[in-house]
């Protein structure tokens, strides 16, 4: 168990619908990173919140979003669904702002289907 | 560009044997971490071993080992006496110097111990 949580563990949804993706850190961890892992993409690094601030953007659809709130937890919002957005949709934390050898502990992670 | 590679996209390996995943990365920074996690068919990611770019001793822990080669740009994985519940997924990432706040990922090494 890394103590990083994610909610739900499954979701199931139709296109043009909009979901919540829910993630809390390890306990002291400041920095919370979202990828997705799809089959023809592989793992990719979408966004990074540190502190509750936005720290790095990678390949975030602009129909995505997310946010860190002051407890630490994260949302990943999704919006008009389509078939391509199903994926395992992971969330890591860190303890520091992004150092080269800083572990990021992953959360079980949320599958996702868009039908 | 920054990138991995693992060019074994499945291994076998007999229980109690010893095995060695490939990875070779490409950066032109001069500092990085190199990370490797295990994908169990369960789905979560667990991480097993980081490795510094101006690290002098190549990591270990328990039974895995990281045979680096900075001038080949390779970050080997040694499993030590395999078990039947290492049977996974296994991807090598790299933490960029220069782009400390994700990490890049392969496309990973699916690993099959048999009795």
């Known amino acids: 168990d890394s103590g990083v949580t994610q909610t739900p563990k499954h979701l199931i949804t139709a296109t043009g619908q909009r979901v919540t993706l829910r993630c809390s850190p390890r306990s002291g961890d400041l920095s919370v990173y979202w990828y997705q892992q799809s089959l023809d993409q592989g793992l990719q690094f979408l966004i990074q919140y540190y502190n509750g601030e936005e720290r790095a953007k990678g390949n975030i659809l602009e129909r995505f979003s997310a946010q860190q709130f002051p407890d630490l937890h994260s949302e990943l919002n999704l919006s008009s669904l389509e078939l391509g957005d199903s994926a395992l949709y992971f969330c890591?934390?860190?303890?520091?702002?992004?150092?080269?050898?800083?572990?990021?502990?992953f959360g079980p992670g949320t599958r996702l289907l868009v039908l | 560009a920054q990138k991995i590679t693992q060019t074994q996209p499945g291994m076998f390996v007999q229980e109690k044997e010893a095995v060695t995943l490939d990875c070779t990365y490409d950066?032109?920074?001069?500092?990085?971490?190199l990370f490797w996690y295990k994908q169990p068919s369960s789905g979560e990611m667990i991480f097993l071993i980081y490795q510094g770019s101006y690290d002098q001793q190549n990591a270990t822990e328990g039974r895995y080992s990281l045979n680096f080669q900075k001038a080949r740009k390779s970050a080997n994985l040694v499993i030590s006496a395999s078990q039947l519940g290492d049977s996974a997924m296994y991807f090598c990432?790299?933490?960029?110097?220069?782009?400390?706040?994700?990490?890049?990922f392969g496309t990973g090494t699916r690993l099959q111990v048999f009795p």
């Open positions: 890591a934390s860190g303890t520091s702002g992004g150092a080269r050898e800083e572990t990021q502990y």
């Open positions: 990432a790299m933490r960029p110097f220069e782009d400390t706040d994700k990490l890049i």
């Open positions: 950066t032109s920074d001069p500092s990085y971490g």
